[in-house]
């Protein structure tokens, strides 16, 4: 029993891991470099700032500390549905 | 009261303070020395890795690279920030459960090897050398400017302070220090920004008035439509485009993210916390402390950019304002009157003298190249300075109040000396600890260890202080990027592997790691000092950037090699199961 809780709360956590780093591809590379051209024309522009401008030295930072709280937080819940809280 | 005084009694009190704080809470056991017990709150300790992490690099040089990269510049910016979300989803959490204090110490046990151990300490001296290089010459930049002396002369004052300073508390006076010190950045980096902010676009949140209207010039127009305006009038690239290719620019943002992700001296601040939901917790403070200055930094950039040039720019040499005095004192700042008509000239690449004397901008590099210019028509620019000083010139130019510059002095000096301090700490243990005692010689007693980590610091302080003299790049921000380029292809990649595979052998890890530093290494010597020409880049990638494609060598030479060596044993596969298991963590261990 035990070590299956370790495997499923394995598998649960990759999940999550990936999905925050397909966030994070997003926002960084994608946003803010690779797309940044079409961002730039075909998004609204934030204030005076073009949208994939305002991405690269804004907006991914920002992105960047909401990742991480929203780790922390169901990082904190998959603990203890699976037994491993600490607290 | 001038400007001196209150510089000098800012930095007395900033040091008073922390002198006070680092006795108050000194080491009393080694395992405190090394990860101060293992008690500290996530929210102390994320201030503390905050102050860590945020170098001299940063904090005097980002904003300035920033002001001249423009949209190049954001690589900084994200790299730095994007890497702490590697760092903290991919690797603390495990390396904290594994619970040894040191990366070598992680990378010697999962490899079961000596060599794998000896590998990484190598790599962890290198990458610290050359950050400690950096913070060096951020010390120099701040004490010539305070002294009003050369920055070779600068250099040497803040070695022998940093040498001083590290040695005196172990990790736990360490942490509250830095915890101080971080308080003291985040105020010096935010108000002078806040003052600016009024002054040019009547918004008081430097982050608004960066996306709103430029007011200071009577009309109101769209701040960054101001920049560009502005950059191409001088012939400069715009400032929303910068000059940098897409590639460049995705390899070095890539290299600087995944170089975070295996810094040593930050991966070490996460076993001051008791467990491993304390060090996710920790984290999350520790990059929200980092977005207040990096939020802060690109306004900064784009404001002290408008400013130099609106007060520089044009104007007779004899009317410049006071401060261009005080940084053409130092070395920092240069003028020099190529046409002998006594007005400054700041001109950009593409700007070009005529032949009646009057100044052009080309429309773009091909059609100045066409017109086969002399040396002197070619770049006709007259003002010339480092990015390094503008976050330090900034505040002059917006007409701060001397206590909000003086805070700015005491401001840098915390950046460099808690950055220098926490490397210092993991270099010399790698050292003393990882080298020697695990390694050389395995009798060597508790005190001899401290002695010879004593004589670590020592030596590296001053091959740090030499390269600081004399810098093999330019600009402090790009030497630090390399030794990013470092890490990323050296610790990162065989960190990751080492904590999601359990089938890696040591042969494979030892091999990657090698190879990923040693290309990367090559790389950056060849074109960097042995003056290799930048047309032979690799697919156009700079020596910045380069620690990307070390990274994919290693991966690729890791599971290649692995594939023709035998599994590790069974007790390192079990170990690597454990550490994925969040509980138990217990205390850290000391050596």
Request: net charge neutral.
């Amino acid at each position: 029993m035990e070590k299956n809780n370790a495997r499923s709360h394995r598998i649960a956590c990759l999940k999550l891991t990936l999905t925050l780093l397909a966030v994070w591809a997003f926002v960084s590379f994608g946003c803010s470099i690779l797309f940044r051209p079409w961002m730039d024309t075909n998004m609204p522009a934030i204030g005076s700032v073009p949208f994939g401008f305002w991405m690269a030295q804004q907006g991914s930072i920002i992105c960047f500390v909401f990742l991480l709280i929203v780790y922390a937080v169901c990082m904190r819940r998959l603990d203890g549905k699976h037994g491993f809280s600490e607290e | 009261m001038d400007q001196d005084t209150l510089n000098y009694i800012f930095i007395g009190l900033s040091f008073a303070l922390y002198i006070g704080i680092a006795l108050k809470s000194r080491a009393s056991s080694t395992k405190e020395y090394y990860t101060a017990g293992g008690g500290v709150s996530p929210l102390a300790n994320g201030m503390a890795t905050a102050a860590d992490w945020m170098s001299a690099a940063t904090f005097i040089s980002m904003a300035g690279t920033i002001a001249i990269g423009g949209y190049a510049g954001s690589r900084f910016l994200m790299g730095w920030t994007g890497g702490f979300v590697l760092l903290t989803i991919l690797m603390v959490p495990y390396l904290r459960k594994f619970g040894k204090a040191t990366v070598p110490d992680f990378i010697g046990d999962r490899f079961y090897s000596k060599l794998a151990r000896f590998v990484a300490v190598l790599c962890a001296v290198f990458i610290c050398m050359t950050y400690i290089m950096g913070q060096m010459r951020g010390v120099g930049v701040v004490f010539s400017q305070l002294f009003g002396i050369e920055i070779g002369s600068g250099v040497i004052v803040g070695a022998l302070i940093v040498f001083f300073y590290a040695g005196m508390g172990g990790m736990k006076g360490i942490t509250y220090t830095q915890v101080a010190q971080y308080c003291v950045m985040a105020f010096a980096y935010t108000i002078p920004a806040f003052y600016i902010a009024i002054a040019l676009t009547g918004n008081f949140i430097p982050q608004l008035g960066f996306i709103g209207d430029y007011i200071a010039g009577g009309e109101a127009t769209p701040f960054l439509e101001k920049l560009n305006n502005i950059n191409q009038e001088l012939g400069f690239a715009r400032y929303t485009d910068g000059s940098m290719t897409m590639v460049d620019m995705f390899c070095i943002t890539a290299a600087l993210m995944c170089g975070t992700a295996g810094l040593p001296h930050v991966i070490v601040r996460f076993f001051t916390v008791k467990n491993v939901q304390a060090v996710r917790k920790s984290a999350c403070w520790t990059l929200t402390f980092i977005a207040v200055i990096y939020l802060t930094a690109p306004t900064i950039g784009a404001f002290s950019r408008v400013n130099l040039i609106s007060q520089l720019n044009g104007i007779k040499y004899e009317d410049a304002p006071e401060w261009f005095a005080r940084f053409e004192k130092t070395g920092q700042m240069a003028f020099e009157d190529k046409n002998s008509d006594g007005i400054i000239q700041y001109t950009g690449p593409l700007a070009y003298r005529a032949s009646d004397g009057s100044l052009v901008v080309a429309s773009s590099a091909d059609a100045k190249e066409a017109l086969k210019l002399s040396k002197d028509e070619a770049n006709p620019n007259e003002l010339s300075f480092g990015p390094d000083i503008m976050v330090m010139a900034n505040p002059y130019m917006a007409d701060v109040p001397p206590w909000a510059i003086a805070l700015l002095m005491a401001g840098c000096i915390a950046a460099a000396l808690s950055t220098a301090a926490g490397l210092l700490l993991v270099l010399s243990t790698s050292v003393s600890h990882d080298l020697l005692k695990k390694i050389i010689k395995p009798g060597l007693t508790d005190k001899e260890e401290v002695t010879w980590a004593r004589i670590a610091s020592f030596v590296s302080l001053a091959v740090a202080a030499y390269f600081g003299i004399n810098p093999p790049s330019a600009f402090i921000a790009k030497t630090v990027a390399f030794e990013f380029g470092l890490a990323a292809s050296s610790f990162f990649p065989t960190l990751l592997i080492g904590i999601f595979s359990k089938t890696m052998s040591r042969e494979g890890a030892i091999a990657g790691m090698v190879c990923g530093i040693g290309f990367t290494l090559g790389y950056i010597v060849y074109f960097q000092f042995m003056e290799g020409d930048a047309r032979d880049y690799l697919f156009g990638i700079s020596p910045e950037g380069i620690g990307t494609i070390g990274m994919l060598i290693n991966f690729v030479v890791s599971f290649v090699v692995n594939m023709f060596s035998p599994a590790p044993p069974a007790e390192v596969q079990q170990m690597v199961e454990d550490i994925h298991i969040p509980s138990g963590s217990g205390e850290a261990a000391s050596h």
